[in-house]
């Protein structure tokens, strides 16, 4: 189709209501602000570029278009610090993408019979659209402006335990003993956690977000989160102060939001990351010189686990346990070192599944782990390709 | 004094079809529409014609039908049909061409379910007489909105050629042909001529254009007629005629057999028919209201504004001078070029046919 610019921007502005109507259905800023972000590069796209280059845009174009803006708008939310599950974020823009092909070949030229020779212009109901659409996204933007929860600046070391009890964002500094969350929509970045029993210590929250904290030093757990959804990006965890250390430990969540834990490296703990009765995503994370497992998955969990590194984990590298249902894919697991206990369920197993588990395993690679994969105690292991 | 009439649509063809397939999803029921045109089946004279020059593929793409709303087009209708994917990913690529079987099936639908024969009568009219708040056409009437559809006004046939066959007359080939023209039904006649056996010598002015579509894509929408529509008459004229130019679609099933035709010495391009057996004129159709006795005398009755061959129009395709709050006369197809250069294909029926239903709307 030849475009005008108005068809572009108005095209693109009727394109983005569904998209806008499932962030809306979500409840959550970020959908909203994701939505916004879209449209605001899309249309400058399409001012500042598609208008000038594409005088004609064949219909196989909106293809690599759409994955051009999809790599354009994950680096903006990164950017603008939007904090969106990555897979709802994917389905909020494939859904925007769809219905813009939707709209654009089927729906506007029923409503519209010129809407083709009119260049995509949509006319009155196109300028009543664009103008709904504006004002819905400001008035959602400006509402999640107005009520967005204060940011606290930490400088230099603050001596915890720190407790939260309101929505907040947290930001830099040291805290000595700990971080207590008990508020949803609570933000931690680039805050460095020395000692106590829990570093962080999250219960009965959602919508909590971890991004770039260390935890050093303590007795208990890296960051334990109990009944809670949350996200954990790009953490760091080591130095235990006692033998008893789980690194992450997320459990009884199942009724929250799915909780996510990416990017974190954790090294010389009991556990690396362990789930109970949770839906987790552990992607991506480095985790090193376990003594008890490096990632555990269990009590009727649903996880996956799926491009992490286990390395040097003593008895047994990922475990699926106790009526859990796991997805294990694409995870490296090396060095997995016999226990010396006797215990067949610890001899330096790779990949395990234990006690009525089910684990779905492909594309892993295991190297020098003497127990390899192996399913334990009516549990199974479901090889996939 | 008659009371007034809704419209009329004036022409059987095509272009007419599409008009009145455009007016019924508009809202305007059977009886508020009269067609009057010299045949009841709207595809009869088009169908001829592709016969004769053999044609099975349509040059238009997926939305190149006679149904008002371009969705579904051709394609999906195909899909559904079919279950094949192909012609979606054709489709998406701009390769997609309907047959001229699935056109014409197509359109003999929609002219089954807009009720086309409840308002067609069979009868050429003459003359279109302006009233007030309407148009006689030969004293019938009045009518309030009159479109105009009446094609192409005849064959083109070079002078020194006058004896020979037309390319949309039905002929057979001979061993040694002559093809004069270089457009969309010159290059099909080189290949079903060379297909058949025969020799072609290819008698042409100039190089043919190589385009995918009638005219440049822009020209079918807003972007591209925004410029054109600015244009003086002088301009304007000049661009109708750089568009008018021969032209045939780009890709190997084209080329592929006039290369191998001119490597076994069975093709050639010459000045003149240099003792060929049978000379097909693929010259395509006569040009300019003057060749159409209904606008010739349009022009003269009312004194219309025109510019050379081509009657001024305003950008909606209608008559500026006949045109007002109470009434319409609007041209559709060829003759509608002031307006969309491209207005003797589908594409050009439907622009005419959507800016004629807008002013009857807005005339309600």
Known sequence: MSYTLTGRIESRLGSVVPALVLALALHRWWAIELVALMLVLGLALDVLVYHRALPYQPGWLALPLGLGELGLVYLAMRAAGIMAPLDLAFGIYGVGWLSAQILGHAIFPRLRLEYAESGGELGRGGVLTAAAVGVTLVAGLGAAYAVRPPTVHLHGTVQGPLVIRHAETLVGGVVRGGIVIRASHVTIRDVTVVGGQHGVDIEHASHVMLDHVRVLGVTLDGIRALDAGVMIHDCSISSPASTLVSGILISYSMGRPMSMVSGCTIAGTREGIATHSSMVDVMGNHVVDTTERGILLGEMSMDMASKNVVEGAKGIGIICMDHSMCDIKHNTIAGATIDGNQDPTRQGVAIESFFYAQAQVAHNTVIASPGGVQAFDNSTIQHQN | ?364
């Not at chain 2, 004094?1 to 008009?19: F, H, K, N, Q």
């Not at chain 2, 050629?161 to 949309?168: I, M, R």
């Open chain 2, 1 to 364: 004094m008659e009371p007034t009439r809704r419209c009329a649509i004036v022409g059987s063809g095509l272009a007419a079809l599409a008009a009145y397939a455009t007016l019924r999803h508009g809202g305007l029921a059977s009886n508020e529409i009269a067609v009057l045109g010299t045949h009841e089946d709207p595809t009869e004279v088009w169908r001829v014609r592709a016969a004769a020059i053999r044609q099975r593929q349509m040059r238009s793409e997926s939305d190149g039908h006679l149904a008002a709303a371009a969705f579904p087009g051709l394609a999906v209708r195909e899909l559904v049909r079919t279950g094949s994917l192909r012609p979606m990913v054709a489709t998406v690529a701009n390769r997609y061409h309907p047959s001229v079987e699935a056109f014409l099936a197509h359109a003999q639908d929609v002219r089954r379910r807009t009720g086309w024969s409840q308002s067609f009568t069979e009868r050429r009219v003459g003359r279109i007489t302006a009233r007030e708040g309407g148009f006689e056409l030969d004293g019938d009437g009045p009518f309030a909105h009159v479109l105009v559809a009446t094609g192409h006004p005849g064959l083109s046939r070079p002078g020194e050629f006058s004896g020979a066959v037309h390319a949309y007359e039905p002929h057979e080939y001979a061993s040694r042909i002559a093809i004069v023209g270089a457009g969309m039904a010159a290059a099909t006649e080189w290949l079903n001529a060379l297909a058949a056996g025969s020799e072609v010598v290819s008698i042409r002015r100039r190089e043919p254009l190589r385009r995918p579509l009638n005219v440049p894509r822009t020209f079918f929408s807003k972007r591209g007629l925004g410029a054109y529509h600015s244009l003086s008459n002088e301009q304007r004229a000049a661009k109708l005629r750089e568009l008018a130019a021969a032209s045939f679609p780009p890709g190997p099933a084209w080329d592929e057999p006039l290369a191998q035709a001119e490597r076994e010495g069975r093709f050639r391009v010459e000045l003149v028919p240099n003792g060929a057996e049978q000379v097909i004129c693929a010259t395509g159709f006569k040009r300019g209201f003057q060749e159409d006795p209904l606008l010739a005398r349009l022009v003269t009755d009312n004194g219309l504004a025109t510019f050379g061959r081509w009657i001024v129009l305003e950008p909606d395709s209608t008559i500026p001078t006949l045109t007002d709050n109470s009434r319409t006369l609007s041209l559709a197809g060829v003759a509608a070029q002031w307006a969309f250069p491209a207005a003797d294909t589908i594409a050009g029926a439907k622009y005419s046919a959507r800016a004629f239903l807008r002013r009857i709307c807005r005339t309600r």
